[in-house]
C-alpha cells in the first residue's frame, strides 16, 4: 500500500536517525501543491533527528512539488535529484540539504541498506566454503 507524503510526515518519529549524517543540520521547508492549495511542512534536521511541524517559515531550503511528486518520493519511486533535472520539483536555498530527502524518506518497499546485502553475501560465501571444506583466503 503506498504512503501519502502526509501520513509519512504526520508520523515521523523524533528519535535517533543514523542514516543521517552527525554533522549535517538545517530547515527544510516543503511547499506541496495539490488540489487548489498548498501545505506546508517544516523539517529542522539536527544531532541525527528530524522534527517536522507544519509552518510556512523561512528555511535553509524550499521545495516546491505537487503532491504525487512528493509522494512518489516517500514511496521511494522517485529520485530527489531526478526530479529535480526533470523540473517537477524547484528548490530555493541549499540544495546540498536537497539530497537529505533521500534519506528521510523511507524508500522503496523491501529495499535494504547496501551494507546489508553485502553482509549476507559473505555470510552466505563462509557457509559455502565451511560445507565444502574449502580453506578461505
Keep these: 500500500m503506498r504512503t501519502t507524503a502526509e501520513q509519512y510526515l504526520r508520523q515521523v518519529d523524533a528519535g535517533r536517525r543514523p542514516d543521517l549524517p552527525e554533522t549535517t543540520a538545517g530547515t527544510l521547508r ?6 487548489g492549495c498548498t501545505d506546508h511542512w517544516y523539517l529542522t534536521i539536527s544531532d541525527q533527528r528530524i522534527h517536522v511541524t507544519r509552518a510556512a517559515d523561512d528555511a535553509d531550503l524550499v521545495v516546491r512539488a505537487d503532491r504525487s511528486v512528493v509522494d512518489q518520493m516517500v514511496n521511494g519511486e522517485l529520485h530527489p535529484g531526478a526530479a529535480l533535472l526533470r523540473n517537477e520539483l524547484t528548490v530555493q536555498g541549499n540544495i546540498q540539504l536537497l539530497m537529505l530527502l533521500r534519506r528521510v524518506f523511507p524508500g522503496p518497499a523491501g529495499a535494504r541498506h547496501p551494507r546489508e546485502l553485502g553482509r549476507a553475501a559473505l555470510a552466505r560465501r563462509g557457509r559455502g566454503a565451511a560445507a565444502t571444506g574449502e580453506a578461505r583466503p
Design 30 to 35: 516543503l511547499d506541496v501543491r495539490g488540489d
